[in-house]
T-cell receptor, first 113, second 112 residues
Framework: DSGVTQTPKHLITATGQRVTLRCSPRSGDLSVYWYQQSLDQGLQFLIQYYNGEERAKGNILERFSAQQFPDLHSELNLSSLELGDSALYFC????????????FGSGTRLTVV | SQQGEEDPQALSIQEGENATMNCSYKTSINNLQWYRQNSGRGLVHLILIRSNEREKHSGRLRVTLDTSKKSSSLLITASRAADTASYFCATEANFGNEKLTFGTGTRLTIIP
């Protein structure tokens, strides 16, 4: 157990639907990062939050959004899902920035059918 | 887009042998990190090397960094079956962005 909790572990949904992925960071970590891992694109950075505020944005589609709540947990919302959104979605956390390394959760495997 | 490219993409060696993986990157960095990922699971942080360091050791791991060539290597000595996994390098760019950009990974298979 890394200390970063992601739910659900698996999700199967139809095209056009909307899903919410949840992440609880390791205790004491203020930064949360979301990554998408697919076979053809590798690990792609989506977005970072620090203590409730958006800090950096990567290759995140407009159909995707995220937020970090006062208790520091974060949610990634994916809407109007397409087959190509099928991937592993990882959340990672750190105390502050990348200098100490990230702690990753076990991921949510999203399958869009 | 990927910052780093790893070489080789896949590597199979006998248990007990040493495994070397290489990573090349494009921009100036604050640090470079290596992670391990067992099939379909989360990534695990292995080691971090800062841009002003040239070599670092941690147990059976040895990492080198050549900022002039924008490259790094990860050496795993005396490999074990449990080392079978994918290995990724990740870089933190030095232009004030704290995010890590991951390479494409090397799939390492240790043959018992």
């Amino acid at each position: 157990d890394s200390g970063v909790t992601q739910t659900p572990k698996h999700l199967i949904t139809a095209t056009g639907q909307r899903v919410t992925l949840r992440c609880s960071p390791r205790s004491g970590d203020l930064s949360v990062y979301w990554y998408q891992q697919s076979l053809d694109q590798g690990l792609q950075f989506l977005i970072q939050y620090y203590n409730g505020e958006e800090r950096a944005k990567g290759n995140i589609l407009e159909r995707f959004s995220a937020q970090q709540f006062p208790d520091l947990h974060s949610e990634l919302n994916l809407s109007s899902l397409e087959l190509g959104d099928s991937a592993l979605y990882f959340c990672a956390s750190s105390v502050d920035g990348a200098m100490g390394g990230y702690t990753f959760g076990s991921g949510t495997r999203l399958t869009v059918v | 887009s990927q910052q780093g490219e790893e070489d080789p993409q896949a590597l199979s060696i006998q248990e007990g042998e040493n495994a070397t993986m290489n990573c090349s990157y494009k921009t100036s960095i604050n640090n470079l990190q290596w992670y391990r990922q067992n099939s379909g699971r989360g990534l695990v942080h292995l080691i971090l090397i800062r841009s002003n360091e040239r070599e670092k050791h941690s147990g059976r791991l040895r990492v080198t960094l050549d900022t002039s060539k924008k490259s790094s290597s990860l050496l795993i000595t005396a490999s074990r079956a449990a080392d079978t996994a994918s290995y990724f390098c990740a870089t933190e760019a030095n232009f004030g962005n704290e995010k890590l950009t991951f390479g494409t990974g090397t799939r390492l298979t240790i043959i018992p």
